[in-house]
């Protein structure tokens, strides 16, 4: 079963392959439409998430984002207020 983990949490995606591909992409497109009651911007980074696990390129950049996400959060809690 394929897992996505982002900083210290792990969470387990089902399904095949194609299926997640499928889900990953319909969040994000939902989530382009955010201004709509129940679709919103939360299934953005859902949908990039699963997308993550299949995908390379997609894989890359949620890595990317998260050491510069780490790394921000480290620099504030030694004092340092710049980014």
């Known amino acids: 079963m394929a897992a ?3 900083g210290d949490k792990r969470v387990k ?3 095949p392959p194609i299926l997640r591909i499928v889900v990953g992409m ?3 497109a939902g989530g382009t439409i955010g201004f709509l009651p129940v679709l919103g911007f939360w299934m953005l980074p859902l949908g990039v998430l699963v997308l993550s696990v299949d995908l390379h390129p ?3 950049a949620r890595r990317r984002f998260e050491v510069w996400w780490g790394r921000r959060r480290r620099g504030r809690k ?4 710049s980014s």
């Open 26 to 28: 319909l969040l994000v």
């Open 13 to 15: 995606v089902p399904g």
């Open 58 to 60: 997609v894989r890359r």
């Open 78 to 81: 030694n004092g340092n207020g």
């Open 4 to 6: 996505v983990r982002f």
